[in-house]
């Protein structure tokens, strides 16, 4: 039997984009013959410039939970809008019970955030923002509210585009 010598080890590909597991919960279920663990994994992805989503993957083992969780972040990316290393200006994302509230920060100030929401800044290329959570301390409903918070961030331009104005006018 003739075996290819010429194939070299697979090296795997390295992502342009930033994933962090956010939260890792363990469930489990009684059955005849003991207990079933299963696992959910809330994954954040961002590309650090501007782009992040994120994603919950179920399985039966961690590593699996983890990578669907990473694959379901990759489909749902949206681009935020940024102001050089911060946001253009005070949002509050309210998703269920969460509450999160962003404001921007001077150069210098760094990433003031608690952890699902730090996840999600860090991703998304925000170097210098101020958060505070104000209702539900939940990462899945707290991620989801950053989200919903980002999301609606619009600068001087895209308001006065949508109002019909000059840019200047809108900045006054």
Known sequence: MAYNSSRAPREEAQSEYVEKVVSLNRVSKTVKGGRIFKFAALCVVG?????????????SEVSEAIRKGIEDAKKNLVSITLQGSTIPHEVTGIYGAGKVLMKPAPEGTGVIAGGAVRAVVEAAGIKNIRTKCLRSNNPNNV????MQGLKTLRNAEQVAR????APEEVQA
Do not use: N
């Open 143 to 146: 991620v989801a509210a950053t």
């Open 47 to 59: 590309d650090g410039k501007g782009k992040v989503g994120f994603g919950l993957g179920k399985a």
């Open 162 to 165: 949508h109002r019909g104005k």
